[in-house]
């Protein structure tokens, strides 16, 4: 059975400091990987997702993941956080077909 | 890409009652998604809405429950029957802009808060 996990329902980091959010994934087909933002009183929107090809994945607002097939994950990082970067962020799989899986979530915090 | 709506954005509603919440995309699209989020959880796939036939539902979702219309490529329903408060979520719709499902990106409305007292 495909499964998402996300390591911390909570994460903190200072204005400035990297942000890494983690997933784990678990997949008996190659998979396709997403990590979808959601603002307060919002719905998701799509940071980045991977589906062939490149490992290290680049999406907007300057977020950045990494598949590694090895170690079954697909973390989200960015370099230097931002305030308007708190937010919920929400990994998700899928592995053909419309049906997608979605995480937990993660609550990013980013204190002044 | 595919922008979509949805209407109430929010609504507080008595217990027993039902609700029916409108989604529209700005482009046609084969499939549609209902999702629930309860506070402080992931989403939940309620059901998969397919122009002109039946909604598929998921395990712990019947159709007397959550109705779903999906009359024409860019608009569907749903209603949430005979609430309690337990129903009180967000409901989302989504919907792939394309037809082949795979690592397609879903587009997401801003979302139905419903408050059920």
């Known amino acids: 059975a495909q499964s998402v996990t996300q390591l911390g329902s909570h994460v903190s980091v200072s204005e400035g400091a990297l942000v890494l959010l983690r997933c784990n994934y678990s997949s008996s087909v190659p998979p396709y990987l997403f990590w979808y933002v959601q603002y307060p009183n919002q719905g998701l929107q799509l940071l980045l997702k991977y589906t062939t090809g490149a490992t290290l994945v680049k999406g907007i607002n300057g977020f950045e993941a990494e598949f590694k097939k090895s170690e079954t994950s697909f973390h989200l990082t960015k370099p230097s956080a931002h305030m308007s970067d708190a937010a919920e962020y929400f990994c998700a799989l899928n592995t053909g077909g419309f049906k997608t899986i979605f995480g937990a979530g993660t609550r990013l915090f980013v204190k002044a | 890409s595919a922008v979509i709506s949805q209407k109430p954005s929010r609504d507080i509603c008595q217990r027993g009652t039902s609700l029916t919440i409108q989604c529209q995309v700005d482009?046609?699209?084969?499939?549609m998604f209902w999702y629930r989020q309860q506070p402080g959880q992931s989403l939940t796939l309620i059901a998969t809405a397919n122009q002109g036939s039946e909604a598929t539902y998921e395990s712990g979702f019947v159709i007397d429950k959550f109705p779903i219309s999906r009359p024409n490529l860019t608009f569907s329903t749903l209603t949430v029957s005979n609430m309690s408060p337990e129903d009180s979520s967000i409901y989302l719709c989504s919907a792939p802009p394309g037809t082949s499902g795979s690592g397609e990106t879903q587009y997401f409305g801003p979302g139905t808060r419903l408050l059920v007292l």
């Open positions: 482009s046609q699209v084969t499939m």
